[in-house]
């Protein structure tokens, strides 16, 4: 527990509160640009975390603070509203918006102070462990008692209808789902999933924030979800398909046909290769074929670089240094378009490899990564505050 966060909220409203809510961050080893197209994913949660303290207030007002941005935002619950006033309160306000829709009463307010040990907008999902960690507080403070999946759905809801982001359930689910030393199997067409042991044996796996900030709702991740809708619009005439992941890899050849449109048809090759990987690399994982895993994840970076388009410059930077300072696998994870990517290494060379990366990514660009060995942990906790 952060004392000086109970200590603030001592300070601030004179009270003390009444619970201590913990999220995690996630990564994902492989599956991307998948989940909103009800594909095939393998995300983890990883010990990064959002922080919370929270209490109950005698009268319906939301009030928010943050230590990592600026400005306190409070709000009736009967006037929440997406609005530029509320700024980074948008995203855990989206959240009782959600369940007021949704037909819940929320019969009182809530004083919450957040705390992130995790760099903003670095893909690894800052703004999904937030809608899940106010969904989670939410969720207990109300007595809804909603299981991790319904969290997890819950926020999603959310974030796209409340905030506008067309992305996928993957990050949500991730984090509410989070299992110590597991990654979770999931299909975002039917919201099954496993919980799969990874092991790379000798090998580490790496975290590599490259700390270029991006904005998701800026960045062309719209924009490659209305790309995809559109092929399966086209291919959907010819193909007995609701999704592209309803696709085989060996449907391709007859996939460029239909699609005149090289961009396109780049994309469909995008989603249906990378599900396929996903199956390779749980299959050479449970037969503990490292070698095989390693590639499957490169092939993976190479097709978001050449046919999905989502690296960009300082991602294929960092995946070329890794690569070159002795990484047997580099991949960017999450979004892209700047963000975050993941490396497996031996890890003896763990302080060799994060030296060379900084220095070299840093005399190119003026940027110094941020860079930690994955630790794959539990997803939402919460502790009463004695
Ligand atoms: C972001 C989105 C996810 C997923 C990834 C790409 O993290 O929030 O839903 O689409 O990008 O795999």
């Not at 509320?86 to 929320?106: D, E, S, V």
């Not at 809801?157 to 597991?182: H, P, V, Y």
């Not at 991740?221 to 592209?244: D, G, M, P, T, W």
Request: charge should be neutral.
């Amino acid at each position: 527990m952060n004392n000086r966060l109970i200590d603030l909220y001592k300070k601030q409203f004179g009270t003390k509160p009444e619970k201590y809510f913990m999220s995690p961050c996630r990564i994902n080893l492989i599956g991307e640009h998948t989940d909103y197209n009800s594909g095939l994913v393998l995300p983890a949660a990883i010990s990064k975390f959002i922080h919370a303290v929270v209490g109950k207030r005698n009268d319906n007002k939301i009030h928010l603070k943050s230590l990592n941005k600026l400005g306190d935002v409070e709000v009736d619950l009967d006037k929440i509203s997406n609005s530029p006033e509320n700024k980074w309160g948008n995203y855990p306000l989206g959240i009782f918006a959600t369940l007021q829709k949704r037909g819940y009463k929320l019969p009182f307010g809530l004083n919450i102070i957040y705390s992130s040990n995790v760099p903003i907008a670095s893909g690894l999902s800052s703004s999904a462990s937030m809608l899940d960690l106010t969904a989670f507080i939410a969720s207990t403070m109300y007595n809804i008692s909603l299981k991790n999946e319904e969290i997890a759905l819950l926020a999603h809801q959310s974030e796209t209808e409340f905030n506008g982001l067309q992305c996928g359930i993957m990050d949500e689910f991730a984090i509410a789902l989070g299992k110590r030393n597991k990654c979770i199997f999931l299909d975002c067409g039917t919201n099954k999933f496993s919980y799969e042991d990874v092991s790379f044996k000798d090998l580490s796996l790496v975290v590599i924030v490259s700390n270029v900030k991006r904005a998701l709702i800026a960045s062309p991740y719209n924009q490659r979800v209305s790309e995809c809708n559109k092929a399966l619009e086209i291919l959907k005439k010819h193909f007995k398909i609701e999704s592209l992941s309803d696709l085989e890899v060996s449907n391709l050849e007859e996939c460029k046909k239909l699609l005149s449109n090289d961009i396109l048809y780049r994309r469909v090759k995008h989603v249906v290769t990378e599900n396929q990987r996903v199956k390779d690399f749980i299959e050479a994982s449970k037969n503990g074929e490292v070698n095989k895993m390693c590639d499957l994840l490169n092939k993976s970076h190479e097709s978001l670089r050449d046919d999905y388009e989502v690296t960009g410059e300082y991602l294929d930077s960092i995946h070329d240094i890794s690569m070159k300072y002795g990484a047997y696998a580099e991949r960017m994870t999450g979004a892209g378009f700047g963000g975050s990517s993941i490396a497996v290494i031996k890890k003896e060379d763990f302080d060799y490899f994060k030296d060379k990366v900084i220095e070299t990514f840093y005399k190119k660009y003026h940027i110094k990564p941020l860079i930690f060995l994955a630790d794959i942990c539990d997803g939402l906790t919460v502790k009463n505050i004695k």
